[in-house]
């Protein structure tokens, strides 16, 4: 089993939809929890992070994250095509030393 | 402030040819890690480096190597090169050792033929 699941899609969805994208991790040491945007032919970003349960909201971006499921999700308002990207959560071992990535979704924003 | 740099951007090679990626960090950055990405296996953690040390690696063979220097910038080697060796490499700086935001470069697409 690995350490974090995502599912790759791709994730298909009109303009202005409420895209939800979600991770799942088996490993309960984790204590911070990152999303990061790849474009096509670049590096990642980094999107959002959060350290605790709850939520965090950053414009149209929201974090979610669930410690006692081991859930964690991003939810996209109002979807643009300009959102239309790999969407990879990640997760840093204790101190940080090694941060183990989720496969990425493929999210396709259609106008 | 500029922000990561990597270079080369693109690199064809042949199997068995060795090759150099090279990276610089964001300025004041001094740890440096790299990664692989391919789509089959995702992004996957080759080496950390901090104060020209490897501080961390992850499950790749000996083939692959790095080392980083005074300015912190980073080299990555990968010997006797494989078919498989074919990806993004992704260098990502952050402040310290165990700083969790880390800020990735474009990444050298390599080929190998």
Redesign the interface.
Same mark, same amino acid.
């Given at each position: 089993q690995k350490e974090v699941e995502q599912d790759p899609g791709p994730l298909s969805v009109p303009e202005g939809a409420i895209v939800s994208l979600n991770c799942t991790y088996s490993n309960s040491a984790f204590q911070?929890f990152?999303w990061?945007r790849q474009y096509s032919?670049?590096?990642?970003?980094?999107l959002m992070?959060t350290y605790s349960s709850g939520n965090k909201e950053d414009g149209r971006f929201t974090a979610q994250v669930d410690k006692s499921s081991k859930y964690i999700s991003l939810f996209i308002r109002d979807s643009q095509p300009s959102d239309s990207a790999t969407y990879?959560c990640a997760m840093?071992h204790t101190?940080?030393?090694?941060?183990?990535?989720?496969?990425?979704t493929r999210l396709f924003v259609k106008a | 402030k500029a922000g990561?740099t990597q270079t080369p951007r693109y690199l064809i090679k042949t199997r068995g040819q060795q090759v150099t990626l090279s990276c610089s960090p964001i300025s004041g950055h001094r740890s440096v890690?790299w990664?692989q990405q391919t789509p089959g296996q995702?992004? &996957?953690?080759l080496f950390?480096y901090f104060s020209e040390t490897q501080?961390?690696k992850?499950n790749f063979p000996g083939r692959f190597s790095g080392r980083q220097f005074s300015n912190s910038r980073s080299e990555m080697n990968v010997s006797t090169l494989e078919l498989g060796d074919s990806a993004l490499y992704?260098c990502?700086s952050?402040l310290e &050792?165990?700083?969790?935001? &880390?800020?990735?470069?474009?990444?050298t697409?390599l080929l190998v033929l």
């Open positions: 911070y990152m990061y032919r670049k590096g990642p970003e980094l992070y990879l840093p101190g940080g030393f090694k941060t183990i990535f989720g496969a990425g | 990561v890690s990664y995702g992004l &996957q953690f950390e501080r961390n992850g992704l990502a952050s &050792q165990g700083k969790e935001t &880390q800020y990735f470069g474009p990444g697409r």
